[in-house]
T-cell receptor, first 117, second 116 residues
Framework: EAGVAQSPRYKIIEKRQSVAFWCNPI?????LYWYQQILGQGPKLLIQ????????DSQLPKDRFSAERLKGVDSTLKIQPAKLEDSAVYLC???????????????FGPGTRLTVL | AQSVAQPEDQVNVAEGNPLTVKCTYS??????LFWYVQYPNRGLQFLLK??????LVKGSYGFEAEFNKSQTSFHLKKPSALVSDSALYFC??????????????FGKGTKLSVKP
């Protein structure tokens, strides 16, 4: 079974530029998460999708971050414009069941390391 | 508010010795607890989880964790450490209320260093 795929693996941009990250979850997984992991910290949830709908985006800085999962499969996270403090690893994760699958394990992709100069 | 604490930034162990990485939690209701490991430039890999039942949970790569409800702890353990176990370890608790059900709250991580 293929794991969670993410691209690109690394990205370097200057502040005020735009950037987009892509995630393809494990086949059949209904729920998809985007996390931000700043150096020295644990991952922090940005947004949660169930199929193509947003379940929780309460911690997403909506003035600059956006995300979509139009067909309920792969997802794109965008930052526009980027700030220095956005430098982090952006992790995508997925689980099989929709909301309520408490016992399910989240499987993570390799992440995208973003450096904003 | 639900939270996870990993009190040690780094744990140093000699190869062959037992290791413990500490985690305490604060949750409303039943705790669902997870351990993940992160190697350099890699994503998080699932090690084990506690949902219910036996307090001693066995996971991947010889790791196990002990759930202690009275001490609200979920420490990760391994009887004999390997140099290849050197990595960053994260404890996490799953939210079980409101609209954020299913989301994970992570600790800040503990760096494990195993010396030959």
């Amino acid at each position: 079974e293929a794991g969670v795929a993410q691209s690109p693996r690394y990205k370097i941009i200057e502040k005020r530029q735009s950037v987009a990250f892509w995630c393809n979850p494990i086949s059949g997984h209904a729920t998809l998460y985007w996390y931000q992991q700043i150096l020295g910290q644990g991952p922090k949830l940005l947004i949660q999708f169930q199929n193509n709908g947003v379940v929780d985006d309460s911690q997403l800085p909506k003035d600059r971050f956006s995300a979509e999962r139009l067909k309920g499969v792969d997802s794109t996270l965008k930052i526009q414009p980027a700030k220095l403090e956005d430098s982090a690893v952006y992790l995508c994760a997925s689980i099989l069941k929709p909301l309520g699958g408490f016992t399910d394990t989240q499987y993570f992709g390799p992440g995208t390391r973003l450096t904003v100069l | 508010a639900q939270s996870v604490a990993q009190p040690e930034d780094q744990v140093n162990v000699a190869e062959g010795n037992p290791l413990t990485v500490k985690c305490t939690y604060s949750v409303s209701g039943n705790p669902y607890l997870f351990w993940y490991v992160q190697y350099p430039n890699r994503g998080l890999q699932f090690l084990l989880k506690y949902i219910t039942g036996d307090n001693l949970v066995k996971g991947s790569y010889g790791f196990e964790a002990e759930f202690n409800k009275s001490q609200t702890s979920f420490h990760l353990k391994k009887p004999s450490a390997l140099v290849s176990d050197s990595a960053l370890y994260f404890c996490a608790v799953r939210l079980n209320y409101g609209g954020s059900q299913g989301n994970l709250i992570f600790g800040k991580g503990t760096k494990l260093s195993v010396k030959p």
